[in-house]
Every structure is written in C-alpha cells, then in structure tokens.
C-alpha cells in the first residue's frame, strides 16, 4: 500500500535502485530528503541534473566526468610517464582517494572473460597498446583486481606490450586473493604501490 503520492513513490523507486539501498533505506533516504528540501532535496536535485546534462566518457583514459578530457587527463602536473590500468572507474577513485601516485590512467571498463565472452578490443586493450606506443610512458603498472580475470587480462596485456619496450609492474603483495581495489583501504593501496614489481 502506498503511503505517498506518485511523486514520492517515484523517487522511492528510484533510489531503490542505487548500489548499496534497498526499499527499506530507499524509504528512509526519501523521508530525509523531503523533509530537507531547501537544505538537501534541492541542491541534489540541481546537481543530479547538471551532471546528467554534462557527463561523459573521456576519450582519452576511459574516466568518466564532466569534462573531455577529464579533469586527471588535464591535470599537467601528473607524471605522463606512468601509466596505471584499471579495471573500473571505481579503482580510478579509489587510487585517487588513496593519493598512491600522480600519474595518468588507462581504465579498460572489465576484464577479458570467456565465461562472458569479453575478448580483448571489447575492453579497448588496442587502444592501450597505442597510447603506450606513442612513447611518452615509460612505465605501465597494472593495477588489476586480484581476480582469475584480472589476472588472465594483466598476462595478456603484458604480452601485447611486451613489443613497445615499455616497463611493466604489477601491484605487491597487500591486494587479497580474490580482492577487488574498490573495497581495499587507503594505507593497503598505497603499500601494494611503493612495492610494486616487474611482472612476470
Ligand atoms: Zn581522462
């Protein structure tokens, strides 16, 4: 039974869906915001609506933003010969909220899998294999969820680059069997960083 109108029931529904909310919190998260409206309700609603308008995809890393290139691809003081890769924009944020290192990304939006039939240019590892072939890097850490997929994919990647001449590392030990970068803390991230080594 509805206890609200349409509206409200609407953006009940809405929130369900956000990662991490179910009805129950969804309900709650609603209630919160109706009863803030100047303070809460409306400042979201306009930012909600800005970076529905302005948001995209950078051509240049795969990060998404409201900016193309994105704000860390225009970032001039980042070290362009370190090239990290990731699985997700999700590790990108996490690395950044980590401060690990100031370099650029290359993020591949999955992993190779034949399970779901992924293969490597549905990933965009071509795209990876030239930017690194344009010469500016001169080291690509591989930054991958210590996944059996982000592992198959970090082999293959060092395979196809291995041509390029490029150095290759991977993160240490500190990333869990299994582990996914998003859900590691600051100070495990920072470490799996300073000690990364050649992969292989
Ligand atoms: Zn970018």
């Known amino acids: ?20 909310l ?3 919190s969804a309900r709650r998260a609603a209630l919160y915001l109706v009863k803030r409206r100047e303070a809460v309700l409306e400042p979201l609603a306009r930012a909600l609506a800005e970076v529905g308008e302005r948001v995209s995809v950078c051509s240049s890393c795969g ?3 409201t900016s193309d290139p994105c704000t ?8 362009a010969s370190t090239l990290i890769v990731v699985e997700d924009v999700a590790d ?13 990304y290359h993020v591949l939006g999955g992993t ?12 965009g590892i071509g795209r990876l294999v030239a ?10 850490v591989l930054a991958m969820n210590a996944t059996v997929e982000g592992q198959t994919t970090a082999h ?29 803390d600051e100070g495990t991230l920072a470490a799996a960083f300073t000690q990364r080594r050649p992969f292989g």
Do not use: H
């Open 1 to 20: 039974m509805a206890v609200a109108g349409p509206e409200i029931e609407r953006l009940i529904a809405l929130l369900a869906k956000l990662p991490g």
């Open 131 to 140: 930017r690194v072939a344009e010469g500016e890097v001169g080291e690509v």
């Open 156 to 184: 293959y990647i060092t395979e196809r680059l291995e041509p390029t001449g490029v150095r290759v590392s991977r993160l240490a030990s500190g990333v869990p069997i299994g582990g996914e970068l998003d859900y590691l």
């Open 112 to 123: 190779i899998s034949a399970l779901d039939g992924f293969g490597p240019e549905d990933i």
């Open 72 to 79: 860390v691809c225009l970032d001039a003081t980042r070290d």
């Open 22 to 24: 179910g009805p129950r």
């Open 63 to 65: 990060n998404v933003d």
């Open 92 to 104: 990108l944020w996490a690395l950044e909220r980590a401060a690990v290192m100031r370099a650029r």
